[in-house]
């Protein structure tokens, strides 16, 4: 039997899963003042009455990150960046303790001009003098030599607890990104490290000794060690857990669009044959922008709680929620009270229900049932305007070559499937003015649980080997060979494919489920100086797709 | 907070899977180390900064621009259709008004494309400026447009495809024509017998740094433009100026195009040649980008770069003076010198010669354009390529006059079918391309 525990927002959802289906599935409210909490007591609720060595996996999704991030209770992290040639790195300041130094590397990784050790120590001694005990260290192209990162780290390790170092975060270039993640994963460090370590005590108490699994942004798990190096990849793990759990009930080989419809917000992602889309880059909400990988995932302030209103006889949904539908004792009408008013759902009392959209109604000059019927439809029609726009933004991404401007993929769906509280009452709706095939998840109260249970360990590797310089590396695994002028593809792709494996092993991934790789990128450049070829350039991404693990996902259908 | 000062659209589409041949300085290779750096700078993060897909461009496009022989299909690849499609999506943006201005960095390049295109000559195949200028008066109704070409290289297809068109004023600065390819765009190049003096050629002795360079756009290219208030403006933005250029003889750098773009505000941009891919296109490219949307470049500048070693000699200074003072005297004099140039209604012929580096191709061309005081004038192109096919090419100008317009069809209907492979009509006013 396998677990999946999500914390959320207000509720925390936990499932017991087997060969044959739901065993168990329990939902508690979530003190966000105590998560650790929160937690124990949806293991403790889950695991009464069974048998704790039964259980194989146990994967846990938490806003802890999220929450730090939002309230701003980040420890303080010193940042020491060199820039070289370009925008000045002034702009990406993390906060007081943000120190641009000399050095430079070039986008070939060679060194162009040499870090100062001296300006080194006397930064490490000014951030140990202001109390720093977390650093992180970034320099522009250390994904393709990261040398400079490694010297610095040498310099500061005897006076930090831990020095974090930007090549280790991603394979991909983006400096700005580079700096936020490596500050991200220094800043929360330390609240992710106690945190989990207190759940696995208290986990290993109660006799469930097996390695935690933890749930990331891209919908992967990664082990509970391989997470306290990059703590922020659990940021964002809510939406990826619901998403993933609508996996099973996608059909194959079709584009899907998943609509998780929550109480504030309605989260809008795309499946294509059972994976989910990715981000390009990483996380990106507003001005926060990341190198952390994420599926690709947007909301729209519309949820069942969503507060109506009308202005000058136009109506507008939300953004922001009031509280509960008054059906349920809240200040202002909402979606859920125009669902109840029109007979769909019969939880609630009706009576302040019809009170409230009879306000909204009378403004708008219509029966009850008719301005119910507005708002619904108005609804569906926003969220599904948002939808299409991200299609559109999707189908519309720039591509660099001649290929993939004439072949490349067009996220067509032909489906959708609905999430959430409401989703049951939206999805026949969404059919009738939409003609798309739309089915509302079974479970779907509890598919983030589900979601987290089920997703399988996920990662990327990215490599370069340039013959003329004669080495093929991946500085974010530490990994570096000596090449020769006749490196080929077939062993570009057999290098890649062992670092993947290992770091798939390390992170905790299953061997049976590790048979979805995907090669992500490829190039390859001819290197010529005057008219005559120097060398190749070769450059790869090859990834474990976020997925479903094997043996379970039948039983839920 | 980083943020664009102006919105600015950018299409980046640097082929990675097109060459001319492998080792060919068109090489897949070329932005690599372009790409390499825009990204790392988080370019496309910037609030403001806006990527664009590029689009193909038709060959409805092209057929505004240039005649090619003996089809557009023939003469092109992909890659050359979304390049010119990149240039024309840019065009939609700040024709549209999403975005302020707009850097289209596209390969292949297209300014040595003339009028009549063969096939390949100085690694282009057809003009992408020319079809995005075309485009643009078409569709946006534009009337009045300067293309300032700063490639190392005499621009002269873009000179050739706007010789006779009073409406569109071409400034290229280019490396000396005794020095370098394609051996034109002297002074004394100033446009056909209508339109005289909205062609400029300004050459550069081998050598010229920064201060030439900005000597000249401040003297020259800014008192001209303040002069014809163009609607638009246009920039062949050509980066083998550079000092590690490995095909010309130039010292300019990151800065100083930087600097360049700031006072010459262009609204698009569009990328032609420029070789130095691992030294200078990184930091150029990222100095122009900033420099288009607003943001400090001062950082941006080549590990390499020593500004003592690239100073330019005394007579260099003297020469670029001496250039820019008859180019000055010559735009005083353009009207003058249109008048002088013939007397309206009759017909002017000029024959010339065009050797195509790329493809190895020797075009013969005889053309005859009527004198006209109210328009650019209808002319007729007779080409003949070895190898290659014998046409004749008529163009009636956008903004043609009655008698121009009746000079044009009198052109193409009496051509003698026999004696041409094709005959083709380019006619502008009605935006219709026939073929006989």
Known sequence: ?557 | MLKAMHKTGLVFFPAFDWAIDPTHPEREERLLYTQDQVTEEGIFDIPGIIEYKPALATPKDIQRAQFCVPDEQTITTESHLISAGGAKVIADAVMGKEVQNGFALVRPPGHHSMRVSHGGRGFCHINIEAIMVEYIRTRYNVKRIAIIDTDCHHGDGTDNIFWHDPDVLFISMHQDGRTMFPGTGFPGELGGPNAKGSNLNIPLPPGTSTEGYLYVINNCVLPVLDAFKPDLVVNSAGQDNHYTDPLTNMNFCAQGYAQLTTLLKPDIAVLEGGYAIEGALPYVNLGIILAMAGIDYTGVVEPDYNPEKLKQSVSITDKIKKTVDQINSFWAQRLQLRSDAGTPGELQVRHREIYYDTDNIFERQKERIRICRDCGGSFEIDSRAMPGRHILGVHIPINACKNCIEKGYEFFESAPADTYDRIYLMDRPKDSYHIK
């Open chain 1, 1 to 557: 039997m396998i677990i999946g525990l999500d914390v959320g927002g207000t509720h925390t959802d936990a499932v017991i899963l087997s060969r044959n289906g739901i065993e168990k599935s329990i939902k508690v409210p979530t003190d966000p003042a105590d998560l650790f909490n929160t937690v124990l007591s949806g293991f403790t609720r889950l695991l009464a009455s069974i048998d704790p060595s039964q259980i194989q996996r146990v994967v846990i999704s938490t806003t802890l990150t999220t929450n730090a991030i939002v309230q701003q209770n980040m420890e303080p992290v010193g940042m020491i960046v060199s820039a070289g040639p370009g925008i000045d790195p002034e702009f990406f300041r993390t906060g007081d303790h943000y120190y641009a130094v000399s050095g430079s590397i070039n986008h070939r990784g060679r060194e162009k001009a040499p870090v100062n050790e001296i300006q080194i120590q006397d930064i490490a001694k000014k951030l140990k003098d202001a109390g720093v005990e977390y650093v992180g260290v970034v320099s522009k192209f250390c994904v393709r030599n990261p040398s400079h990162e490694i010297l610095i780290k040498r310099i500061l390790n005897k006076f930090f607890k831990q020095v974090f170092l930007g090549h280790h975060v991603s394979g991909n270039l983006n400096f700005p990104r580079r700096i936020a993640t490596t500050h991200l994963n220094a800043a929360v460090f330390a609240l992710h490290k106690s945190f989990f370590e207190a759940v696995r005590k208290s986990l290993a108490e109660k006799g469930l000794t097996i390695p935690i699994q933890i749930l990331k942004a891209d919908g992967g798990t990664m082990s509970l060690e391989a997470s306290m190096h990059f703590p922020g990849q659990t940021v964002l793990s809510g939406p990826a857990a619901s998403i993933m759990g609508a996996i099973p009930y996608a059909p194959e080989g079709q584009d899907v669009i998943v609509l998780d419809i929550g109480g504030t917000t309605t989260d809008i992602a795309f499946l294509v044959d059972k994976a989910p889309l990715l981000e390009p880059v990483g996380i990106q909400r507003g001005r926060y922008k990341s190198l952390i990988r994420s599926l690709r995932t947007d909301s729209k302030g519309i949820g069942g709680d969503s507060a109506l209103r009308v202005s000058d006889n136009v109506l507008t949904i939300g953004p922001d929620r009031q509280g509960p539908a008054m059906a349920f004792g809240g200040p202002l009408p909402t979606p859920t009270d125009a669902l109840v008013v029109l007979g769909l759902m019969d939880t609630g009392n009706r009576e302040k229900a019809v009170a409230g959209i009879h306000t909204i109604a009378q403004e708008l000059g219509l029966s009850d049932e008719q301005a119910a019927e507005k708002v619904f439809k108005a609804c569906c029609t926003i969220i599904l305007k948002k939808t299409f726009e991200m299609i559109d933004q999707i189908n519309s991404q720039p591509v660099y070559t001649v290929h993939d401007f004439l072949e490349g993929y067009k996220l067509s769906p032909q489906k959708i499937l609905l999430l959430g509280g409401p989703a049951p009452y939206f999805a026949k709706k969404i059919e009738d003015l939409y003609q798309i095939d739309t089915l509302a998840v079974p479970e779907s109260a509890v598919a983030n649980a589900i979601g987290a249970a089920l997703a399988r360990t996920t990662c990327e590797v990215s490599l370069n080997a340039d013959t003329e310089q004669g080495i093929v590396t991946a500085h974010e695994e530490d990994f570096a060979e000596p090449v020769s002028k006749t490196f080929s593809e077939d062993e570009l792709m057999e290098t890649a494919y062992n670092l993947l494996r290992e770091k798939a092993i390390n992170s905790g991934a299953d061997p049976e489920n590790m048979d979805e790789v995907e090669v992500v990128e490829y190039q390859k450049f001819n290197i010529v100086r005057n008219f005559s070829p120097r060398g190749k350039i070769f450059r790869t991404k090859m990834q474990l797709k976020p997925g479903l693990i094997k043996g379970f996902e039948k039983m839920l259908h």
